[in-house]
Every structure is written in structure tokens, then in C-alpha cells.
């Protein structure tokens, strides 16, 4: 088991940057992939950026690509999300979520795919 605390949210104005933090707590010693996902009101969730074990590995939706960067500290336990150049169309929850190993994939795109979530941060943009 393992539990997620995001942080880092909050109101920001178009064109500006938040950076997002996953703190990890409890069985932390196994290989997670990681991954944010968001939900804007009225909205399905959706996939915006996951990251392998190591860190090696990223993968972006094409709505983020080039804007958002996905990186992690495994000796702090800590995932990021770094955003810039946001938009309104950013405003959503955002969510970590954990991925338990075995797995052979290294790109988990749909929260059906993820094991752990976090309770979710606000990210508010304002044109």
C-alpha cells in the first residue's frame, strides 16, 4: 500500500507556471510508475502525463506536450509536475496516481490502469 499527497496547486494567470508535488508514503521500496491525470468540471478524467519507475521513461498528451514537464525524486519519494505557459483550459483537478508492479507496459494512460490516487489539487487558471 502505498498513499499519495499532492500539492502545489493553486490560482494562477494565463501564460504563468505552477509546479505541482506527489509525496509517496508507506510501501515505497517497489518500482511504481506514476502518472497525473486531471478532471475539469463537467468533464471525464484525463491523462496528462506518466513517468516510469527510474524516471527514464516519459509520456505527455498532446494537449501538454512541450508545456508540462513530468519528473520524479525517488530518494525523496516525490513526483513533479512542472507546468508552464498554462491556459484555461488547464483548470481542473489534478490528480497523481501510482501504478503497482508487475507490468510490462511502460505507458499507462488510463486511470482504470492505476492502483493508488491522491485526494487531488486544484489548479485554477485565469485568462
Known amino acids: 500500500q502505498v498513499q499519495l499527497v499532492e500539492s502545489g496547486g493553486g490560482l494562477v494567470q494565463a501564460g504563468g507556471s505552477l509546479r505541482l508535488s506527489c509525496a509517496v508514503s508507506g510501501r515505497t521500496s517497489r518500482p511504481y510508475a506514476m502518472g497525473w491525470l486531471r478532471q475539469a468540471p463537467g468533464k471525464a478524467r484525463e491523462f496528462v502525463a506518466t513517468?516510469?519507475?527510474?524516471?527514464?521513461?516519459?509520456y505527455y498528451a498532446d494537449s501538454v506536450k512541450s508545456r508540462f514537464t513530468i519528473s520524479r525524486d525517488n530518494a525523496k519519494n516525490t513526483m513533479y509536475l512542472q507546468m508552464n505557459s498554462l491556459k484555461p483550459e488547464d483548470t481542473a483537478v489534478y490528480y497523481c496516481a501510482a501504478k503497482s508492479p508487475p507490468y510490462s507496459s511502460t505507458r499507462f494512460v488510463s486511470g482504470d490502469e492505476y492502483d493508488y490516487w491522491g485526494q487531488g489539487t486544484q489548479v485554477t487558471v485565469s485568462s
Open positions: 513517468i516510469s519507475s527510474g524516471g527514464a521513461y516519459t
